[in-house]
């Protein structure tokens, strides 16, 4: 592929993701319109604080997720792989992909 191709590529891209922020940032001023005419400044400030809380727990569930599938799933499953080359006939990248399913599978059975 061309570069100018790619670059054609990308600036189409940029377009469309400058109207989607458009339209989304002209959608968040209709609602921030609507909360200070129907609550006031304060409810503004009530809706910003929700918001920022929301953000926070999503994003704390999503860290604890994560690291909660490196130190059952991942680690386990690399170390369960290493094993198995040492005892069986397979290699590691033949081992992981059984090691990760196990491991896997005793997640699901075990939540």
């Known amino acids: 592929m061309p570069i100018s ?3 054609n590529q990308a600036q189409d891209l940029a377009d469309q993701a400058a109207v989607r922020a458009e339209e989304y940032s002209e959608t968040a001023g209709s609602v921030q319109d609507y909360i200070l005419d129907n609550f006031g400044q304060n409810g503004l400030y009530a ?3 929700v ?3 929301l ?3 999503i994003v704390s569930r999503l860290a604890k997720l ?4 490196i130190k059952y799933l991942v680690i386990p499953a690399v170390a369960l792989a290493f094993l198995a080359t040492f005892f069986l006939p397979f290699s590691f990248a033949a081992a992981l992909p059984v090691s990760v399913t196990v491991c896997s599978l005793f997640l699901l059975f075990k939540g």
């Open 5 to 7: 191709s790619l670059l």
């Open 47 to 49: 809706a910003y604080i």
């Open 51 to 53: 918001t920022a809380v």
């Open 55 to 57: 953000v926070l727990f």
């Open 66 to 69: 994560s690291f909660s599938a």
